[in-house]
């Protein structure tokens, strides 16, 4: 008997995560996530999100926020979640990471081309003497900190990236890590892609880009059924179809 109200309860909150709309938001984040001209919000991650949560047979909306604003906001269970976060124990504290990312993204960093014989970058130690540039609530690698902060690293906090790569075609920092595939493209639209270039000898990390889902608004159990769908749907000829679109392919 128990095991059937159990199995009951269990069917009933399912079917009442299915028919709440969720609340979703996210910063501008190209090619990930970003406003369109007629208003929408396209993008790699976002295409999939709307693809996985179709087949789920949820609704949802997606909103734009500064990126700091969707952190708070996912914390203070305003919004359901949020999408392409990195994995690190603050947001472990008010979110669930399914175990399944959206992609993985590769950061390294970033110097003004004029400065490629001047600038390199083998290890953190080439920082040492230069000013470095980071994001708000970004999460790069308790490494990268320990060193900045263990050998008095020059480094400026800014609120967004397109600001801290502006501040780098301005000569007033020299050195920005940033995932490739995001900044590249934000170097585009800002008209900065000859201005400045990656560093691709040095990798500051690895990452998976995961959905991210608010404590306080939605069950662990949706979280699990949410990773089972990204899984399947990242094995189907539509998800590379996506992929290809926005690069080159997706074993690359």
């Known amino acids: 008997m128990r095991k059937i109200f159990f199995s009951l309860m269990l ?13 979703i938001v996210v910063d501008s984040w190209p090619p990930y996530h970003f406003k369109q001209s007629d208003g929408s919000i396209g993008g790699f991650a976002t295409e999939v999100m709307r693809e996985v949560l179709d087949n789920m047979g949820h609704t949802y909306t997606i909103e734009i926020q500064p990126f700091a604003r969707v952190q708070m906001n996912v914390k203070k269970g305003t919004v359901d979640g949020s999408f392409t976060a990195t994995v690190n124990e603050k947001r472990k504290t008010y979110s669930y990471f399914p175990e399944e990312p959206i992609t993985t993204s590769k950061w390294v960093f970033f110097i003004r081309k004029k400065d490629k014989n001047r600038l390199k970058l083998d290890s953190y130690e080439d920082l040492k003497g230069y000013k470095v540039g980071v994001v708000r609530e970004y999460t790069y690698t308790d490494e990268f900190w320990k060193f900045l902060k263990d050998n008095q690293i020059n ?5 967004e990236g397109e600001q801290v790569f502006k501040m780098l075609a301005r000569n007033r920092i020299d050195y920005v890590p940033g995932a490739i595939k995001n900044t590249l493209q934000l170097l585009k639209e800002n008209n900065l892609e000859t201005a400045i270039i990656p560093l691709q000898n ?15 608004r939605v069950e662990p159990t949706f979280v699990k059924q949410f990773s089972r769908a990204l899984k399947k749907f990242k094995t189907s000829q539509k ?11 997706p074993s690359q």
Do not use: D, P
């Open 11 to 23: 069917c009933c909150m399912t079917l009442n995560a299915q028919s709440k709309e969720l609340a």
């Open 155 to 159: 480094y400026h906090t800014v609120g």
């Open 202 to 216: 040095f990798t500051m990390k690895e990452a998976g880009l995961y959905a991210i889902w608010s404590k306080k």
């Open 239 to 249: 998800y590379q179809e996506i992929y290809s679109r926005y690069f080159a392919s």
